[in-house]
């Protein structure tokens, strides 16, 4: 009679060995939430895509904000949609714009219980919808957005965002805001480049939560999904222009390309877990085709084990008070 030489069952006989022996841990500071206000709203109004979701009023917002530091989340990250747009989405730069008024009313808020950042994109501004301002041929102008890039990111750091969130996918972008705000001597204002941003149909909800214009889509400036070496590329290139932080986004359909930009840079990687991703769980539990609770969890720690030190979620306050329940 053999026994088998190998009994990696042995560590898993008990929850406390399980625990024991567990190699990734979530905790509620490692969660960014991602937060929609919009003008003129006197209440929030839900997203019908993204349920439990909301587009915030200026009032709701601060309460959402203040919930999400009671429950310990790292950060909240702020996305604006005005009442108006123009082709140059002149609402981004704007002092009094609905994304610079919010933020303002939720550092006053919350100061530094949680870290405020903002999304860095003209496409919720523009009136088509695209993340740059378009050239006479409708192409997007990469230089000329470069400019627009730079107000924005000067206009978000007056309004005492801590954190810029740059998700337009221009070439040479974050050089550009590094170079404004140090101009202006918001030398402490961090960046968190999206570097590796897919074009793709899991951010199709979110579309929905900031009413976008867009006809057409993202692919000359997006990465196309089948690029893994490209996402690493363009995470180098961001580090190589001062990112303090690098992103990669979708989340759990690119897993290789975060665990591959993990080895290669030496700042933190964060992961955005999309609203697709989101609307997928959600509708499957509304079935019950699925563990609402466990399907969220299992998410979350799977793109943790690929890399992330931080993730943006939907799901940020709800897990961090799961989290500290446990
Ligand atoms: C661009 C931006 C988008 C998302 C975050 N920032 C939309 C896009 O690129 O089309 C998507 C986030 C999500 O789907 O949850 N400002």
């Known amino acids: 009679m053999s026994f088998p030489a190998h009994r990696p069952r042995r560590l898993r006989q008990t929850p406390a060995v399980r625990r024991l022996v567990r190699e990734t841990h979530l905790a509620p500071s490692q969660l960014v939430l991602p937060l929609f206000v919009r003008e003129g709203l006197t209440e929030a109004v839900p997203i019908g895509s993204m349920p439990g979701v909301m587009q915030h009023s200026l009032d709701s917002l601060r309460a959402a904000v203040t919930d999400a530091a009671a429950a310990g989340v790292g950060g ?3 996305f604006g949609v005005p009442e108006v747009r123009d082709a140059r989405g002149s609402g981004a730069d704007d002092p009094r714009g609905i994304l610079n008024v919010a933020t303002e009313a939720v550092v006053a808020e919350v100061g530094d219980a949680l870290v405020v950042q903002t999304d860095l994109c003209l496409d919720e501004f523009t009136d088509h919808g695209h993340c740059g301002v378009l050239a006479d041929d409708g192409s997007v102008d990469n230089d000329a957005t470069l400019d627009r890039y730079a107000a924005m990111g000067i206009a978000q750091a007056r309004a005492g965002s801590a954190m810029l969130g740059l998700s337009g996918m221009m070439d040479g972008q974050v050089a550009a805001v590094r ?5 202006e001597g918001f030398i402490d204002t961090m960046i968190l480049a999206y570097s590796a941003k897919y074009a793709g149909a899991f951010y199709g909800p979110f579309r929905e939560a900031v009413d976008s214009q867009l006809k057409g889509d993202r692919r000359t400036y997006q990465l196309d999904p089948g690029n893994g070496r490209e996402g690493v590329r363009e995470a180098l290139i961001d580090v190589d222009e001062g990112a303090d932080i690098v992103m990669v986004k979708p989340a759990l359909p690119y897993l290789d390309v975060l665990a591959e930009v993990r080895a290669s840079v030496d700042v933190p990687v964060w992961a955005y877990q999309v609203s697709g991703e989101y609307a997928m769980v959600e509708a499957a539990a509304a079935h ?8 969220i969890l299992e998410s979350v720690t799977a793109i943790r084990r690929a890399g992330a030190d931080a993730i943006l979620t939907y799901w940020a306050a709800e897990v961090a008070g799961w989290l500290r329940e446990q």
């Open 76 to 78: 909240v990250m702020l």
């Open 288 to 295: 019950g085709w699925i563990d609402r609770r466990g399907a």
């Open 179 to 183: 170079a404004a705000l140090d101009g």
